[in-house]
């Protein structure tokens, strides 16, 4: 199981979660209007381009000539698609990008695959969250039972108001549905917008990475 825990951005936060047991991915927002936007005088993009750890920008809209100058800047490895980008401006940011790209979905009461088809030959993963004014962060959960119905061979995130309590439904829906690789977690464990309690997310990451849960493997 892949773990994301997204939405970094304070520099000690961001160390402590970098200790062990740490996330396989950590995002990033570069979307101005969120609570937790990562730009800031106070934090050089320097810092955050020598982290050790995969890092995932997340654009709402962008266009692709400043998602590819945010990639170089920040050493971005992976870019996060969280708006309402079409097929035509994803084929343009992959033929100005190496890296594998994200497709964010936002799910609500009424639901059809066919809304991911179109990029189905453009994005190296899709993840799912739900459907929120805000595009994402807003601690609200979808109705899981959907993806149970997943139709494509593109692997996936699920997100949207994951928090400790859902670790046995996480893993269980993983189980039945072998596309779904992982996690992406945020507000449910932060104590202000931005700001993660660590303890929560590494009692989180060990408890995913357990044996016990982890058919005896680290993952």
Known sequence: MIIK???????ENILGLLKAPAPDWMGMIFYPPSSRYVERPSVPAAFYAALPVEKVGVFVNELP???????????????QLHGDESPEQMDRLKKLLNIEVI?????GNVWEWDRVTPYLDLADWFLFDTET????GSGKRFD????????????????????EGHMEAVLALAKEQPMMK????NSK?????????????KRF???????????????
């Open 182 to 185: 992982g996690v992406d977690i």
């Open 65 to 79: 000539a400043t998602i590819k100058h945010k990639v170089e800047e920040y050493g971005l490895s992976k870019v």
């Open 5 to 11: 825990v997204c939405g970094m951005r304070e520099r």
């Open 189 to 201: 464990f932060e104590q202000a917008p931005g700001l993660k309690e660590l303890d929560k997310v």
């Open 103 to 107: 497709k964010v979905f936002r799910v």
């Open 144 to 163: 899981w039972g959907i993806i149970h119905s997943y139709p494509f061979d593109r692997p996936f995130l699920l997100s949207g108001g994951i928090d």
């Open 133 to 136: 004014p805000q595009y994402g």
């Open 205 to 219: 990451i060990h408890s995913i990475r357990s044996p016990e849960h982890a058919g005896g493997e680290k993952q």
